[in-house]
């Protein structure tokens, strides 16, 4: 790594990517150790064949080790072989070392290619580096925005999609998310997604069925990982969701539909929630000329009409988060407001007018 790339980098996010890197440096080994052991057990052969062998002078441990070393890519540093031993480690090495070393090499090749193409390989790999991550398990087109959603927040994400024609792959790819190309369904699959280290997973395919098998498989590779599992009918949501345990069983049909219900409003719904058993909502409002909003000071505007103010848009400025309750509301400006899901109607009228 250039030093020229960490400057101005806080020194926690430095010392973060030094652990991902030494993470990563860690999984290119695990994915070589096949390799590596077999190397290390033929030179651990020939260092004992030519220490025992019968020249003159017999060489030290030192020496026998630098020859076998050698002897593996066909160079050898001791004089013709002295027994029949010898003389088949001097035919035999140099092919197994060429074996072995093409092997490895093309192993690598092929990683070092998936990397800038954003393959298997190198997904693969990347996900076993992380740490506290969300595993996201179908990239459909909710799945793709909860991916957005996730890297806005700055997590970690992990995705999992079988299908390597969706169009998806690539957008998840271009924000450099590694995509396991693998069904979810199987366990290996999840362990590979590193779900026995993710925070979370949230399993939102197309399939009730597989939800619920790739949960159940979650909670038993981590038994404390949080689990937000895709439904399609409220009331078995809320029912499965209590059986098995699940953190969030959620209806993507029952979160639409109160934006949808609330479009006949003139208002920007953000977001729905339910508490108490009434709706709520945060909702953005522009404030007309003429209307009850315009001229308005907050903490009026708050008792009056029932509402939360979380902040206020200036028309001729950014937003102001939290405003004093002496801040007056000017025509053309917005309202960021929570309020009660009955009241949304008669606030939007009296920013209207």
Same mark, same amino acid.
């Given at each position: 790594?250039?030093?020229?790339?960490?400057?101005?980098?806080?020194?926690?996010?430095?010392?973060?990517?030094?652990?991902?890197? *030494? $993470?990563?440096?860690?999984?290119?080994?695990?994915?070589?150790?096949?390799?590596?052991?077999?190397?290390?057990?033929?030179?651990?052969?020939?260092?004992?064949?030519?220490?025992?062998?019968?020249?003159?002078?017999?060489?030290?441990?030192?020496?026998?080790?630098?020859?076998?070393?050698?002897?593996?890519?066909?160079?050898?540093?001791?004089?013709?072989?002295?027994?029949?031993?010898?003389?088949?480690?001097?035919?035999?090495?140099?092919?197994?070392?060429?074996?072995?070393?093409?092997?490895? $090499?093309?192993?690598?090749?092929?990683?070092?290619?998936?990397?800038?193409?954003?393959?298997? #390989?190198?997904?693969?790999?990347?996900?076993?580096?992380?740490?506290?991550?969300?595993?996201?398990?179908?990239?459909?087109?909710?799945?793709?925005?909860?991916?957005?959603?996730?890297?806005?927040?700055?997590?970690?994400?992990?995705?999992?999609?079988? +299908?390597?024609?969706?169009?998806?792959?690539?957008?998840?790819?271009?924000?450099?998310?590694?995509?396991?190309?693998?069904?979810?369904?199987?366990?290996?699959?999840?362990?590979?997604?590193?779900? !026995?280290? %993710?925070? %979370?997973?949230?399993?939102?395919? =197309?399939?009730?069925?597989? =939800?619920?098998?790739? %949960?159940? +498989?979650?909670?038993?590779? =981590?038994?404390?990982?949080?689990?937000?599992?895709?439904?399609? +009918? !409220?009331?078995?949501?809320?029912?499965?969701?209590?059986?098995?345990?699940?953190?969030?069983?959620?209806?993507?049909?029952?979160?639409?539909?109160?934006?949808?219900?609330?479009?006949?409003?003139? *208002?920007?719904?953000?977001?729905?929630?339910?508490?108490?058993?009434?709706?709520?909502?945060?909702?953005?409002?522009?404030?007309?000329?003429?209307? *009850? $909003?315009?001229?308005?000071?907050?903490?009026? $505007?708050?008792? #009056?009409? #029932?509402?939360?103010?979380?902040?206020?848009?200036?028309?001729?400025?950014?937003?102001?988060?939290?405003?004093? !309750?002496?801040?007056?509301?000017?025509?053309?400006?917005?309202?960021?407001?929570?309020?009660?899901?009955?009241?949304?109607?008669?606030?939007?009228?009296?920013?209207?007018?």
């Amino acid at each position: 790594m250039r030093v020229a790339a960490t400057v101005g980098v806080p020194p926690s996010a430095r010392r973060r990517r030094l652990h991902l890197w *030494a $993470l990563y440096a860690r999984a290119i080994l695990r994915e070589f150790r096949g390799s590596l052991a077999l190397l290390g057990g033929l030179i651990v052969i020939g260092t004992a064949v030519i220490a025992l062998s019968s020249w003159q002078p017999q060489p030290g441990l030192r020496h026998s080790f630098a020859a076998a070393f050698e002897l593996l890519s066909g160079e050898p540093l001791l004089g013709p072989p002295p027994n029949a031993a010898v003389t088949v480690l001097y035919v035999a090495f140099p092919i197994a070392g060429l074996a072995v070393g093409a092997e490895a $090499l093309v192993r690598l090749s092929l990683l070092l290619f998936s990397k800038r193409h954003g393959q298997k #390989e190198w997904a693969k790999i990347m996900a076993s580096t992380l740490r506290d991550h969300v595993v996201l398990c179908g990239l459909g087109h909710l799945g793709v925005r909860v991916l957005e959603k996730l890297l806005e927040l700055g997590v970690d994400v992990v995705v999992i999609e079988r +299908d390597a024609n969706n169009g998806f792959v690539e957008t998840a790819r271009a924000r450099k998310v590694p995509v396991l190309e693998l069904d979810a369904k199987n366990e290996t699959a999840l362990a590979e997604a590193g779900v !026995p280290h %993710a925070r %979370a997973i949230i399993v939102c395919t =197309n399939d009730v069925m597989t =939800n619920l098998e790739v %949960a159940v +498989d979650a909670r038993k590779l =981590n038994p404390k990982i949080r689990l937000v599992t895709r439904m399609f +009918d !409220p009331a078995v949501a809320a029912k499965l969701g209590d059986a098995l345990a699940l953190d969030v069983a959620f209806s993507s049909s029952a979160l639409a539909a109160p934006t949808v219900a609330t479009a006949i409003f003139d *208002a920007n719904v953000l977001s729905s929630f339910e508490l108490d058993g009434r709706m709520h909502l945060v909702a953005r409002v522009e404030a007309s000329k003429g209307g *009850a $909003l315009a001229g308005k000071a907050i903490a009026g $505007l708050q008792s #009056e009409l #029932e509402v939360a103010v979380l902040a206020l848009e200036r028309a001729a400025g950014g937003p102001s988060f939290r405003p004093s !309750p002496d801040e007056k509301v000017q025509a053309g400006d917005a309202v960021v407001v929570h309020v009660r899901a009955d009241k949304l109607g008669r606030f939007t009228s009296a920013a209207r007018g």
